[in-house]
Nanobody
Framework: QVQLVESGGGSVQAGGSLRLSCVAS????????MSWFRQAPGKEREGVAI???????SYADSVKGRFTISEDNAKNTLYLQMNSLRPEDTAMYYC?????????????????WGQGTQVTVSP
């Protein structure tokens, strides 16, 4: 099993940047597909970005060109660099991991989740 702890959320104005971090502990980090999801009030949880065990990244269309997912395997840490933030990016952001499922959809297939970190973007 793996435990996940996110940090780095906050409040910014539109056009600003934030970097989220997710520290993993427990099992071997490199065994897991790592991902970022987000959930706004009243909306379904949606996939933002994933990075496979081979380091291949994929993004939701809504964040392509603005967000970058990366990881530091030596630190067991996943990052999400968010640039050109928009009010519609406002949500609770969650780090998720699974040793089998690796997709931007079907979030219920991910077995391990962090507690979330809030991102608020004002106009």
């Amino acid at each position: 099993q793996v435990q996940l702890v996110e940090s780095g959320g906050g409040s910014v104005q539109a056009g600003g940047s934030l970097r989220l971090s997710c520290v993993a502990s427990g099992d071997t980090y490199t065994n897991y597909c790592m991902s970022w999801f987000r959930q706004a009030p009243g909306k379904e949880r949606e996939g933002v970005a994933i990075i496979t065990t081979r380091g291949r990244a994929s993004y939701a269309d809504s964040v392509k060109g603005r967000f970058t997912i990366s990881e530091d395997n030596a630190k067991n840490t996943l990052y999400l660099q968010m640039n050109s933030l928009r009010p519609e990016d406002t949500a609770m952001y969650y780090c998720a991991a699974d040793d089998w499922w690796c997709g931007l959809d079907q979030y219920t297939r991910y077995n391990f989740w962090g507690q979330g970190t809030q991102v608020t973007v004002s106009p």
